[in-house]
């Protein structure tokens, strides 16, 4: 197996981790959640690391095409989840963001079938980094209404880009959904 492989790995084996010090108070009042964004932000930069390392030196492998994309969605959703569990994300918009994942995972599983790949969108990848800053930005849980103002205007372009880059895949791909075997 080769490091970004590994790196993938580990990112998902640092999600359980980072949900039980945000939802658990170990280590005091605020300890647990510092620690918890600790891990967010290290789970975070393995994504970038292991995208940087695959294609720098040419190990770029299906395992991976499949599970980093995976451990992404695993990361930000569980982070959102528990977001929406401590009050400071709306369900609806996790709702949203979550469909819109198991709505584009469908649709790439049906490219796969008909031999189509169908690459990660700029619009997915700016989407994917939006999600990750605010969820960053929530956890930090700076005060003040400058900090707010931002952590809402993170919200809502996070939802925007959600939907956009879902409407871009739909439409780059519509031929997918006509193609048959």
């Known amino acids: ?10 990112r998902m084996i640092m999600i359980p981790f980072f949900v039980v010090f945000l939802m658990l108070p170990i280590g005091g009042e605020s300890v647990h959640r510092w620690i918890a964004l600790v891990i967010f932000v290290a789970a975070s930069l393995t994504d970038t ?16 095409k499949f599970m980093d994309p995976l451990a992404d969605k695993l990361l930000v959703c569980s982070a959102m989840i ?28 049906i490219a796969a079938d008909n031999g189509i790949v169908i690459a990660a969108s700029k619009w997915g990848k700016l989407k994917t980094i939006c999600q990750m800053a605010m969820v960053i930005l ?14 809402q205007a993170l919200i809502w372009l996070a939802l925007i880009l959600t939907v956009v880059s879902l409407m871009d895949y739909l439409y780059k791909n519509r031929k997918v959904l006509s193609s048959r075997k």
């Open 1 to 10: 197996m080769n490091l970004p492989n590994k790196l993938t790995i580990l």
């Open 138 to 151: 929530l956890l930090a849980d700076f005060p003040g209404k400058p900090v707010y103002v931002l952590e």
């Open 49 to 64: 690391l292991d995208g940087y390392i695959a294609r720098r030196d040419h190990l770029v492998t299906d395992f991976g």
């Open 82 to 109: 528990c977001l929406v569990e401590t009050g400071e994300l709306p369900f609806w918009i996790v709702i949203l963001i979550i469909a819109r994942e198991f709505i584009i995972s469908g649709f790439r599983q």
